[in-house]
């Protein structure tokens, strides 16, 4: 049986992503057509997204109506947690698979039916290589970091942090007992991506949650702006 050749893989993959480019843009669309803010929440495994996204709940499910897509290769705990939390939720498994696409993603909307000017937040399969580079149609990928990881993980996984606009450095009421170095970690993320917003947060203090919840306020503002534009 013939093996395929680097060309052929290449091109395959090339086939994959314009077929999930072409079902991101349509997703986009649909969003911005309802004045929907939608946020790709990434990490490693174990980096807080999800306890970050339990406590974001809480504090603003009487202001905004948040709706998610919960993305894990088995298993619907992270799904239960987030509606315990008190937010509309669709647990997407994704079995073998190691990220979210853009079909799933239509899939979990379809079965949200969030309301013009809703917050969707996509939390990804625990991963720093392949969510980067499936476009799912969000407005903002937002990549967490947790202190309990290296100070060097922007550098080794630099697609990642090069493709989001925020890093939420995570658990950081953990800093004063471990030999973590903060001011490095964000220096190594400015590396790679200049531009790229960073906040120092922690879901079981509170500290940062405040300017977290301050910029998804402001991107949601935006959102409703260039929907009007449109």
Same mark, same amino acid.
């Given at each position: 049986? &013939? ?5 052929? #893989? ?8 314009? !077929?999930?480019?072409?079902? &991101? ?13 939608? #946020?790709?929440?990434?990490?490693? %495994?174990?980096? =807080? ?30 799904? !239960? ?7 509309? &939720? ?23 039916? %969030? ?6 937040? #996509? ?13 799912? =149609? ?11 990881? =290296? ?27 471990? /030999?973590?170095?903060?001011? !490095? ?8 991506? %200049? ?10 203090? =509170?500290?940062?949650? &405040? ?14 702006? /260039?929907?009007?534009?449109?």
């Amino acid at each position: 049986m &013939a093996h395929a050749q680097p060309a052929d #893989i290449h091109e395959l993959e090339e086939r994959v992503l314009a !077929k999930n480019d072409a079902l &991101a843009a349509r997703n986009r669309a649909w969003l911005a057509g309802r004045e929907i803010l939608a #946020i790709n929440l990434v990490s490693s %495994p174990g980096a =807080g997204k999800t306890t970050l996204l339990e406590r974001t709940v809480a504090d603003l499910k009487n202001e905004i109506g948040l709706y998610v897509v919960e993305g894990d290769q088995a298993t619907a705990n992270d799904g !239960k947690r987030i509606r315990a939390a008190g937010a509309a &939720a669709v647990q997407v498994n994704t079995g073998m698979g190691c990220h979210l696409e853009a079909d799933m993603v239509a899939q979990g909307l379809a079965a949200l039916k %969030p309301p013009v000017g809703a917050m969707v937040v #996509i939390e990804n399969v625990g991963n720093l290589v392949c969510p980067a580079l499936f476009d799912l =149609g969000e407005r903002a990928k937002v990549v967490v970091l947790s202190v309990a990881e =290296g100070e060097d993980k922007p550098l080794k996984y630099p697609h990642m942090f090069r493709a989001a606009r925020v890093m939420l450095l995570s658990k950081s009421d953990l800093l004063p007992h471990l /030999d973590f170095d903060a001011a !490095k970690a964000i220096a190594n993320a400015r590396k790679v991506n %200049p531009d790229i917003m960073v906040l120092q947060v922690s879901a079981r203090s =509170g500290e940062g949650m &405040a300017e977290w919840y301050g910029w998804l306020r402001a991107e949601a503002a935006a959102a409703r702006a /260039d929907a009007a534009i449109i």
